[in-house]
């Protein structure tokens, strides 16, 4: 997954509107690609459309200053400074140079991009101005046809073949085996010695749905351990020189990055033999091995997308379950955000019993119960508006992912400054990265005047929805019901401060795929927690750091019981 440095990298100004232009006329596109002006394939926001369009017809990009901001020293450029003073690194640039900076971090010229425009319109640019930036390492560890690497209408095309499996509609019939595996885990912290690790009981967690939902295991603890250990030696060999011997950290990350390929064929495999299966005249649909996840959609598609003359080969599909196996490295530690800010906002005004964020959790909870009885389905998730407001504030505070990576493939403006070919940019996806440690979790930032939650998809976190509630009505819906501070006119904050903009999904064509399944997993998890456990934290104050990836510093230790 995508990471940034540090926590303090990215800190808060007031944001300035973006303008993003054109191709610079004479320039051309590196590593081979297509130029600009060929139309995005997937998902370009519609209001940066006239934008781009109007720049496309000026001319004088040469002219234009560079950002704001230092290169620092010949080829250390600031990164001493990153190191040293990683705390304050980006906050006193950002309040110095405003939403666009340059710096030149980790051997390369970078453009700091913060505020909700300016991010949304490079990311839209995918392909013509920018695309995205990834170590070398990626083709071994990830593999070299899965999204991440894939650009333009191949990527197009295997991602609209992967959404499916992925799509709201697709995972609600998975809901109550998730439900079913988190209670399992969460009954197992409880009655386990305490203090529980939460971190790694989430991460835990955040594996066996992963191998239930996408891979159609078990989801067993010894599966999930395994998965975890494979992701830990993958991670390890994004930072670590690509020596390839068996002793070496590059070496296992590509040993577990087999032994995970490995897993996947099985998966394949499975959901070969049940399609064969159920299409045998003497076996009967309900008699046929029940193998039903994404892996079994994602096969069913790959094998449609062949009859139209696309070919989605296996070697793409183990690529891909990579890619997502990898995304899903960051569901963990935003579980673990639940447990953490949920203990610690539990109690209401003046530390009362009621009126804190658990009260408003449990209450909605035993509503939805007296309605739809006992069961964690599709249906009950539907109607957890304050649940969806608390999981969209999880993935808002301390982001699993800060910010995406990308790299500059031609000469293009961005806020009045030219932003050089060759160049990295890096899109911070919240006003939040800016106050890691320092933030306020506030749920009702999301909920629009009737009380319910401003996402209308219950996939909260969807770039689009989450512009929806960082627009202007939201924001109207939020000051009426008190909500976020940080709006215009809000309740706490100076009157005209900008909107709190929070793309824990990134936007435009490279949105997460598995935005829905975070946001399913995280619903559930608060559904189990608040109908029947109680928690406190060791460390209630306990920090999180950022490098190599978010993650509480502590390991977030937690007391956890059935409540009586
Ligand atoms: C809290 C958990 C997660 C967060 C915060 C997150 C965040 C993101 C972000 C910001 C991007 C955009 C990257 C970019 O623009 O370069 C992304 C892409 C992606 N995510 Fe997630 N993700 C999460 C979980 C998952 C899960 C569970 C899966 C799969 C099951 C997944 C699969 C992917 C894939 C395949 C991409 C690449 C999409 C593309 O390039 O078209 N992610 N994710």
Partial sequence: MLRGPGPQLWMRSSSRGAKIGRAYPTAHHIDGRASGGRPLHFGLHPCHRPCLRAKAAQSGLAELPLPEGSLGLPVVGET??????????????????????????????????????????????????????????????????????????????????????????????????????????????????????????????????????????????????????????????????PVQLPFTAYGKAVAARQEFGQLVSQSIQRSRQHTAASATVSVSPSSAPAFDCAMSDVVAAAAAAAATGTALPDSLLVDNAAAAFFGNASTGPSLAKALQHLATNAAGPNGGATGGVMAALRQEQQDIVSRHGPAITAEALDEMSYGTAVARELLRITPAVPAVFRLALVDFELQGRRIPKGWRVWCHVGDSVTRYNKDQFQPERWLGSSGSSTSTTGTAGDSTAAAATT??????????????????????????????????????????????????????????????????????????????????????????????
């Fill in 80 to 241: 001493l400074e990153l190191i040293t003073n990683g705390d304050t690194f980006g906050t006193s640039r950002r309040e110095r140079y405003g939403d666009v900076y340059k710096t030149n971090i980790l051997g390369a010229p970078t453009v700091m991009v913060y505020g909700e425009d300016a991010v949304r319109a490079v990311l839209a640019a995918e392909d013509r101005l920018v695309a995205s930036d990834w170590p070398q390492v990626t083709s071994t560890l990830v593999g070299p046809d899965s999204l991440n690497l894939l650009t333009g209408p191949r990527h197009g095309a295997v991602k609209r073949a992967l959404s499916d499996a992925f799509a709201d509609r697709a995972l609600r019939r998975h809901v109550p085996a998730i439900a079913e595996l988190v209670q399992d885990y969460v009954t197992g912290w409880a009655a386990g010695p305490q203090p529980t690790a939460g971190f790694e009981s989430c991460q835990l967690l955040s594996q066996a749905v992963f191998d239930r939902v996408v891979l159609g295991g078990a989801g067993s603890r010894d599966r999930a351990a395994q998965l975890q250990a494979v992701m830990s030696a993958l991670q390890a060999g994004f930072n670590t020189p």
């Fill in 471 to 564: 627009g202007g009505a939201a924001a109207a819906g939020a000051v009426a019901a008190g909500g976020c501070p940080m709006h215009a006119g809000g309740g706490g904050a100076a009157r005209g401060a900008q909107p709190e903009y929070s793309l824990p999904f990134g936007s435009g064509v490279r949105t997460c795929l598995g935005r829905n399944l975070v946001m399913t997993e995280l619903l559930v998890v608060l559904a189990v927690l608040a109908r029947g456990y109680e928690w406190e934290a060791v460390n209630p104050a306990e920090q999180w750091g950022v490098v190599p990836s978010p993650a509480p510093k502590e390991g977030l230790r937690v007391r956890l019981h059935r409540r009586l």
